[in-house]
């Protein structure tokens, strides 16, 4: 990871922990999606799991349902951690 991502996802972090306090409360998983989005992009491709970026598909059709539909960005996410789950215990 470069200084240029190291300061993109450290200040997303930061600001994220400041921004929480004061947002509404869906918007704080909104905001770890978000990272696990940043972080993902910045690894080199052929060094991670071809199973996270599928994931980051799911993660990301997530994000636009965070605040007009609470129910199925809930259950996007339970489904998106029983996927991690599975992959994880599977390999």
């Given at each position: 990871?470069?200084r240029?991502d190291?300061a993109?996802?450290?200040?997303?972090?930061?600001?994220?922990a400041?921004?929480c306090?004061e947002?509404?409360?869906?918007?704080g998983?909104l905001r770890?999606?978000?990272?696990?989005?940043l972080?993902?992009?910045?690894?080199?491709?052929?060094?991670?799991?071809?199973?996270y970026?599928q994931l980051?598909?799911?993660?990301?059709?997530l994000?636009d349902?965070?605040m007009?539909?609470?129910k199925?960005?809930?259950?996007?996410?339970?489904?998106v951690?029983?996927?991690?789950?599975?992959?994880?215990?599977?390999?």
């Amino acid at each position: 990871m470069n200084r240029d991502d190291q300061a993109r996802i450290f200040t997303h972090l930061l600001t994220s922990a400041r921004g929480c306090i004061e947002e509404p409360p869906l918007y704080g998983p909104l905001r770890l999606l978000e990272a696990y989005s940043l972080l993902l992009h910045m690894l080199k491709r052929e060094e991670t799991d071809e199973f996270y970026y599928q994931l980051d598909e799911q993660v990301e059709n997530l994000k636009d349902k965070c605040m007009g539909h609470e129910k199925q960005f809930i259950e996007g996410l339970d489904q998106v951690l029983e996927a991690l789950t599975d992959h994880i215990i599977s390999t």
